[in-house]
């Protein structure tokens, strides 16, 4: 009922920049939050970044001053700005949303399908 279309990763050297996108379709009837996660191989996926529909924003540790989360609530997209990127952030990106379906009276969480980043020499 609700699809997320995750682009714009790649291999990137240290300290470069990458801008992921992920934008929710679907009938949707309203988003309470978008989110970014990240899995590198033998880890536990662990949060990068949520934003609400009212902007309040939240960030890991590891990457404050670093990655910027944004969205456009009329796109139902959100972005990650990721600069002076480190290779300990090479890991699959996954985009998360927390929604409401038009068919459902409860909110459910959907997750897109993955965008590989790499961060080497």
């Known amino acids: 009922q609700v699809q997320l279309a995750e682009s714009g990763g790649g291999l990137v050297q240290p300290g470069g920049s990458l801008r992921l996108s992920c934008a929710a379709s679907?009938?949707?009837?309203?988003?309470?939050?978008m989110g970014w996660y990240r899995q590198a191989p033998g880890k536990q996926r662990e949060l990068v970044a949520t934003i609400t529909r009212l902007k309040l924003t939240n960030y890991a540790d590891s990457v404050k001053g670093r990655f910027t989360i944004s969205g456009d609530n009329a796109k139902n997209t959100v972005y990650l700005q990721m600069n002076s990127l480190k290779p300990e952030d090479t890991a699959v990106y996954y985009c998360?949303?927390?929604?409401?379906?038009?068919?459902?009276?409860?909110?459910?969480?959907?997750w897109g399908q993955g965008t590989q980043v790499a961060v080497s020499s």
């Open positions: 998360s949303v927390t929604a409401r379906s038009m068919d459902a009276p409860f909110t459910s969480d959907y």
């Open positions: 679907g009938r949707i009837a309203s988003i309470n939050a």
